[in-house]
């Protein structure tokens, strides 16, 4: 990207301005709110599970590109197939009221289905719909994905209807902890620690085992990848399978701290996430993980501090504030041009 | 018999005929030197070999089996490995998981520590090394890093496009030096250069390429001398 319109020393001022504004303001706000410290961190609490969520879905979006080159639009609606297959799983055990078998169990299956089908899912989009384009236009495999999009979010609406469906509150137990006057529910920490279970054995798999190496080969140069007999297609497939299945945990994720989920839900989602990917620097997977966080911490002090009906506003300025001072995201390297 | 042959080649990028009835054969063992100026087809002759590109007629043979529609994966398994044009070496990642990179194909990992062992006898500053990003490398290093990945499978068959390209005359030296000490080992060798003097020096026979086409070709000593090889240059 070589577009700035803010550049060099400017663009380090504004940014650490930002930075320095964005405190200050949460400090004011922190400070002269009913409840003070304790909303802070309540809101914290939130920002970190919806951060979460964010940058699962983030993560996805990352590796995809880093890869191809490839906003992959249709990703978001990965994440909403994930949520569904996860209600399926509870449905047929029983439904959201009365499951018939133990609570682990059934939340494994749950987890164990949605990021399988999700990441099939994902390999059979990659398969179709991008592959057959990969050396068209750089337009083409991008309206490919918006038609994937549609088309996955009308299934949905087709085979399962427009109301919600709803997920049982407190799954997980009803239970949580309290520090002071912060409460944390167990679902809650059920879902930061497993996102942190996950991002732990992807960015271990990713530089340590064979196929991660191989993955990182292939970003970076695909050509001379596969001039080591890397496998590029069959590489580019495994990528669309954990990041698609990374979007589908998200997805249940999401219904077990949420409950509420519908054939729309990955809209919103996927360009939060899609926000989360280019603010960390689109293409690194800490990036990705930094930009989920950021994105779910500032929609939760927006919503809490200033009202929900800002919070999407505020969450798209800090993306445009970002690819103004720092176009190539919080962790992204520069653009290296390749000769 | 010969190792690697190309029969009648004919590559094209889409509509454009870069190589033009290509045929050439590579011996067990032997040192092939492929010249010609810039644009004239080298790289697609290796990419041809490799499979990066398929000809649309003709036919490439390696260690007695037709490979034409086999995937690049598969003859780089059968024992070609290559250090390409600009090196290509995997920036972002360290000297070591580069050489990984280049035993790619050694799925179990049988014989890597040997594989290992070898090149760092070649390059003992790859072992130093071992932990530096590739991309922080100077040229000459990053060179030895090209040569050593490529050796990690112990291929029958190495090609080079223009190893000598961006060193400076004593590396180039050093290079070519270990060149013949691969080929010393056995291994054939498929050079693409435009320093002819030095890429004829220590090869068996010569190729001369020029728009795609086969203009000179015989043995190296032969060539050395050919008033014609200056002409196949400058009458391109
Ligand atoms: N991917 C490609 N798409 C279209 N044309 C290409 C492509 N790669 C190479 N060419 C063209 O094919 C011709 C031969 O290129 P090639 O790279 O094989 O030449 P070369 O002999 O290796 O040259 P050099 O010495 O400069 O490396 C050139 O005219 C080049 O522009
Ligand atoms: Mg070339």
């Known amino acids: 990207m070589n577009l700035r319109l803010v550049r060099g020393r400017t663009a380090d001022v504004l940014f650490y301005a930002g930075i320095a504004a964005v405190v200050a303001l949460l400090l004011k706000e922190a400070l002269t709110n009913p409840g003070h410290w304790s909303l802070f961190f309540q809101l914290a609490v939130d920002g970190v599970t919806l951060g979460s969520v964010y940058a699962l879905i983030a993560i996805g979006y990352s590796m995809v590109y880093g890869i191809l080159k490839l906003l992959n639009f249709a990703h978001g609606d990965v994440y909403m197939v ?42 059979v989009i990659e398969r179709f719909a991008y592959r057959p384009l990969r050396d068209a236009p750089r337009l083409a495999p991008l309206i490919s994905a918006l038609g994937v999009s549609f088309f996955l ?76 007999g890397i496998d590029a297609d069959r590489v580019i497939a495994s990528t669309f399978f954990i990041g698609s299945a990374l979007a589908g945990a998200a997805g249940v994720m999401f219904g077990l701290v949420f409950t509420e989920i519908f054939h729309f839900m990955g809209f919103t989602a996927g360009l939060k996430g899609f926000t989360a990917a280019v603010v960390g620097g689109i293409g690194s997977i800490p990036g990705a993980m930094l930009g989920g966080l950021l994105i779910g911490l500032g929609e939760a002090y927006a919503t809490g501090y200033v ?13 445009i504030f970002v690819i103004l001072v720092r176009p190539s995201g919080l962790l992204g390297t520069a653009a290296v041009q390749k000769v | 018999m010969s190792l690697l042959r190309l029969a009648g080649v004919n590559t094209y990028y889409g509509e454009i005929h870069i190589l033009q009835n290509l045929t050439l054969d590579v011996g067990e063992g032997e040192l092939v030197s492929l010249l010609g100026g810039n644009a004239s087809g080298k790289s697609t002759t290796l990419k041809t070999i490799l499979g990066l590109v398929r000809p649309r007629t003709g036919a490439v043979e390696f260690a007695g089996e037709d490979v034409t529609q086999r995937a690049t994966s598969y003859r780089i398994a059968r024992g070609i490995a290559i250090v390409p044009e600009n090196r290509r070496l995997f920036a972002p990642m360290t000297v070591l998981e580069n050489l990984e990179m280049g035993a790619y194909l050694n799925r179990d990992g049988k014989g890597r520590k040997e594989d290992f062992e070898r090149v760092y006898t070649l390059f003992p500053f790859l072992h130093e090394r071992r932990h530096q990003l590739a991309g922080t490398l100077s040229g000459g290093e990053q060179q030895m890093v090209a040569m050593g990945r490529a050796l990690m499978s112990h291929p029958k068959l190495l090609l080079m496009d ?54 000179l070709e015989g043995p190296a000593k032969q060539l050395l001398e050919d008033e014609g090889l200056r002409k196949a240059y400058l009458g391109r």
């Open chain 1, 82 to 123: 994930g949520a569904f297959i996860g209600y399926g799983i509870l449905t047929l055990f029983g439904g959201a009221a009365n499951w018939t078998i133990p609570v682990w169990l059934l939340v494994a299956l749950m987890f164990g289905a949605s990021m399988l089908g999700s990441g099939f899912l994902g390999v």
């Open chain 1, 153 to 228: 979010q009308n299934s949905a609406l087709l085979l399962l209807g427009a109301q919600f469906r709803a997920y049982p509150f407190g799954l997980i137990g009803q239970g949580g902890v309290s520090i002071r006057t912060v409460f944390i529910s167990a679902t809650r920490i059920f879902v930061i620690a497993g996102a942190v279970v996950l991002m732990i054995v992807l960015t271990v798999f990713v530089r340590r085992s064979r196929l991660g190496k191989a993955m990182r080969a292939t970003s970076y140069d695909r050509e001379a990848a596969m001039m080591m």
């Open chain 1, 307 to 319: 009202s929900s009906t800002y919070q999407d506003l505020i969450v798209f300025s800090i993306l």
């Open chain 2, 162 to 215: 223009e190893p000598s390209m961006g060193l400076a005359p004593i590396l180039v030296e050093r290079s070519f030096e270990i060149i013949q000490q691969v080929h010393q080992a056995g291994v054939a060798m498929l050079v693409v250069e435009q320093n002819a003097n030095m890429a004829l020096s220590i090869a068996d026979r010569g190729y001369v390429l020029a728009t795609g086409r086969l203009v």
